[in-house]
């Protein structure tokens, strides 16, 4: 069993420069799944209400606020209604360097190997935020252009984040925290990738309690304490995400779909995804088809 169905199978950039950026501005709720990447993500809440979750901590936001996901690390949002975030998404092997220096072994290397982190969240009060906002924002600017210079400049004002967390003494030494708890964190991994790997076919609570080496009982209690939802409500919500994307993505008849999603009782089915949806399948495939419904940038 791997983690492979918890982790984001999108590509962020293209080989020959692997940073993205994405936007989200919506008027209606908006949620981003948990999931994890190789990559590390700056994200930029702008403005409105957000709740975030990453490696096990929640967190009730109000923008302007940054938060740093690093490589590996789970992660959720949920932006309410009429929120604006944008997020620069890169591999931090675009800053390792070829010939190996100080940097490397000091910054670079240790960011790689977790034994260093970014500080998780930054907001207005904290003494760095003007210097890391503008920051930020350029690299956005830069990231707008496709030319060598301006990726280099991308490049440059990424490698100045890290001079200046580094200088401002911000970086987190994980080996003098017990904060971040790597066993927890890659236990949810596997069992979150099982769910999505498996959401078409039954899944019990013993299937995912034998996945981790313990009793049923303590598992459920356990990942409802790390996820805050019962291993049924996560189940169900995953199977209803699928069931939207084929609703949105294909023709295909909604029967079929809920058969495909792991629902053999259609009544029951159209109950789950409308508690989820606020609409009915049928409903949200039309919502859809007008455009009114505007799909996720990530």
């Known amino acids: ?18 940073l993205a950026v994405y936007w989200q501005k ?5 949620t981003v799944k948990l999931h994890w990447h190789e990559e590390t993500e700056i994200i930029f809440l702008v403005s409105g209400r957000f709740s975030v979750d990453i490696n096990m901590k929640k967190y009730k936001l109000q923008g302007p606020a940054i938060l740093f996901i690093g490589s590996g690390d789970i992660h959720s949002i949920v932006g309410e209604p009429g929120c604006r975030e944008n997020a620069v998404v890169f591999d931090m092997k675009m800053l390792s360097f070829e010939y190996l220096d100080g940097v490397q072994l000091q910054i670079i290397r240790p960011l790689l190997e977790k034994s260093m982190q970014f500080p998780q969240i930054v907001t207005k009060k904290d003494g760095i935020w003007d210097e890391l906002k503008r920051l930020y924002e350029a690299v956005l600017l830069e990231s707008e252009k496709e030319n060598p210079a301006s990726r280099m400049k991308v490049k440059a004002y990424l490698y100045e984040i890290l001079a200046y967390l580094h200088e401002s003494g911000s970086f987190i030494n994980m080996e003098n925290t017990g904060d971040y ?14 769910i999505h790997e498996n959401f078409n076919r039954r899944i ?18 356990y990942f409802k304490k790390v996820t805050g939802k019962t291993p049924t409500m996560y189940v169900n919500e995953v199977r209803i995400e699928k069931a939207a994307g084929y609703l949105q993505q ?13 629902y053999d009782n259609i009544g029951y089915f159209i109950k789950r995804f409308k508690e989820q949806k606020g609409l009915s399948p049928s409903e949200y495939r039309a919502k859809c088809q007008n455009n009114v419904i505007k799909g996720q940038n990530r």
């Open 250 to 262: 294909t023709d295909r008849k909604i029967i079929d779909i809920a058969m495909e999603c792991g």
């Open 181 to 194: 708890n790597s066993e927890k964190i890659n236990n949810i991994k596997k069992v979150l990738g099982f």
């Open 204 to 221: 019990t609570g013993k299937d995912m309690a034998e996945l981790l080496g313990i009793n049923e009982q303590y598992f459920c209690r």
């Open 26 to 30: 919506t008027d209606e709720r908006f």
């Open 1 to 18: 069993m791997n983690k492979v169905g918890l982790k984001e199978d999108m590509v962020h950039g293209t080989v020959k420069f692997p």
